[in-house]
């Protein structure tokens, strides 16, 4: 019976609402690597009080998909290049869609 109970916690807080993601492609781009480290962080307007959620490496014209709460997240992609992205997102009720473009610095 115990150990039941600690089961159903555990999948409880395990559990993710499949609607509401960040998803992405990341873009192949002229002088950016082949491919990116794509993060998934809260946006606070400290940058001190920003926390990592997630990350992940993305190939150019790979995809990603991160499955979030609602609430305002960033999605900061870099690469060995030093080519980079940054988009602050808001999710609500849906899944919010990228096109990852990364830029030279």
Same mark, same amino acid.
Do not use: N
């Given at each position: 019976?115990? #150990? ?5 916690l555990?999948?409880?807080?395990? #559990? ?7 998803s992405?492609? $990341?873009e192949e781009? %002229?002088?950016? %690597?082949?491919k ?8 606070? &307007? ?10 992940t ?6 995809t ?8 305002? #997240?960033?999605? !900061? ?7 980079? #992205? ?8 849906? &899944?919010?869609?990228? %096109? $990852?473009? !990364?830029?030279?610095?």
């Amino acid at each position: 019976m115990k #150990y039941s109970l600690i089961l159903i916690l555990f999948a409880s807080l395990c #559990y993710a609402d499949t609607d509401l993601a960040v998803s992405g492609k $990341v873009e192949e781009v %002229s002088g950016c %690597s082949p491919k990116a480290m794509v993060w998934l962080s809260l946006d606070k &307007e400290s940058y001190k009080e920003r926390l990592l959620l997630m990350h992940t490496e993305v190939p150019a014209k790979g995809t990603f998909k991160f499955y979030v709460k609602p609430g305002k #997240y960033q999605i !900061r992609a870099t690469d060995e290049a030093g080519c980079e #992205y940054l988009k602050r997102v808001e999710v609500k009720e849906r &899944e919010v869609g990228l %096109s $990852v473009m !990364r830029v030279k610095k």
